[in-house]
T-cell receptor, first 114, second 112 residues
């Protein structure tokens, strides 16, 4: 069965510090990979996506993610975190062979200290 | 474009009551899904649809029904509400998998 693992439930960083959120997936082929952000009380917004090509992808709000096939990982990074980045972050895997299903990780909650 | 519209935003039900959560999208997306979000569990897929007239079960379908009579609408029906169905429900749609899903703003449901 497909699975998505976000090993960090909660991360705290200082404003201006760098950030890396981890995501590992379990799937036979290279799936479609996504990162979403959810602010409190809001829906989910797509940050970035990967399905082929350059393994380093750029997204909105200064975020980037790197796909590493050998590690089955798709980690999200940001060089300098802003207080407004405090939110819940979800990694998702898209599976084409069963009706475009998306499987989500359990999320990482980010707190930013001024 | 309104995107994905969910109604209502909040709902309180008594155990055993039934209700329908509405979801509509105006982007001509073929793929639509319903998720529930619970603390510490991420988003879990309830039901999904790959087009009008076609639906299938996701990870946690028990207690829920769906239908897809039009491309635009994908309602989720709770047949007999239980406290375990207290959750935040999200509807999402997609044109193609590579685009990712567009999410509605959610419905917060409390079953007492």
């Amino acid at each position: 069965a497909q699975s998505v693992t976000q090993p960090d439930i909660h991360i705290t960083v200082s404003e201006g510090a760098s950030l890396e959120l981890r995501c590992n997936y379990s799937y036979g082929a290279t799936p479609y990979l996504f990162w979403y952000v959810q602010s409190p009380g809001q829906g989910l917004q797509l940050l970035l996506k990967y399905f082929s090509g350059d393994t380093l992808v750029q997204g909105i709000k200064g975020f980037e993610a790197e796909f590493k096939r050998s590690q089955s990982s798709f980690n999200l990074r940001k060089p300098s975190v802003h207080w407004s980045d405090a939110a819940e972050y979800f990694c998702a895997v898209g599976v084409a062979d069963t009706g475009n299903q998306f499987y989500f990780g359990t999320g990482t909650s980010l707190t930013v200290i001024p | 474009n309104a995107g994905v519209t969910q109604t209502p935003k909040f709902q309180v039900l008594k155990t055993g009551q039934s209700m329908t959560l509405q979801c509509a999208q105006d982007m001509n997306h073929e793929y639509m899904s319903w998720y529930r979000q619970d603390p510490g569990m991420g988003l879990r897929l309830i039901h999904y649809s790959v087009g009008a007239g076609i639906t299938d079960q996701g990870e946690v379908p028990n207690g829920y029904n769906v239908s897809r009579s039009t491309t635009e609408d994908f309602p989720l029906r709770l047949l007999s509400a239980a406290p375990s169905q207290t959750s935040v429900y999200f509807c999402a749609s997609s044109y193609v998998l590579a685009d990712g899903y567009t999410f509605g703003s959610g419905t917060r449901l409390t079953v007492v």
